[in-house]
């Protein structure tokens, strides 16, 4: 069974870093690609960021420029990371993995982030 795990979330001031860590365990196809989704409170969940098996990775407008994902495919993990946070960022983050046919079958479940003074 394959099950993701997320950690880094917390109580975070603005302007300050943030490291998210997702690490998976279990078959997992090599090849895929791994992402960081966000839902904050009373809005539909969006997606953050992106990368694949070989490095390309895809961002949020909202997020481009902030925020950097990256991943150990040694480990199975996938980070996310800023530090540059703003208050609109408080959510709660879900990492993902595809499988193989590309589908994102795979969540944490979830870590919450609250940006405040």
């Known amino acids: 069974q394959v099950q993701l795990v997320e950690s880094g979330g917390g109580l975070v001031q603005p302007g300050g870093p943030l490291r998210l860590s997702c690490a998976a365990s279990g078959s997992i196809f090599s090849r895929n690609v791994m992402g960081w989704y966000r839902q904050a409170p009373g809005k539909e969940r969006e997606l953050v960021a992106t990368i694949t098996s070989g490095g390309r990775t895809n961002y949020a407008d909202s997020v481009k420029g902030r925020f950097t994902i990256s991943r150990d495919n040694a480990k199975n993990t996938v980070y996310l990371q800023t530090n540059s946070l703003k208050p609109e960022d408080t959510a709660v983050y879900y990492c993902?993995?595809?499988?193989?046919?590309?589908?994102?079958?795979?969540w944490g479940q979830g870590t919450q982030v609250t940006v405040s003074s």
């Open positions: 993902t993995f595809s499988d193989f046919q590309g589908d994102y079958n795979y």
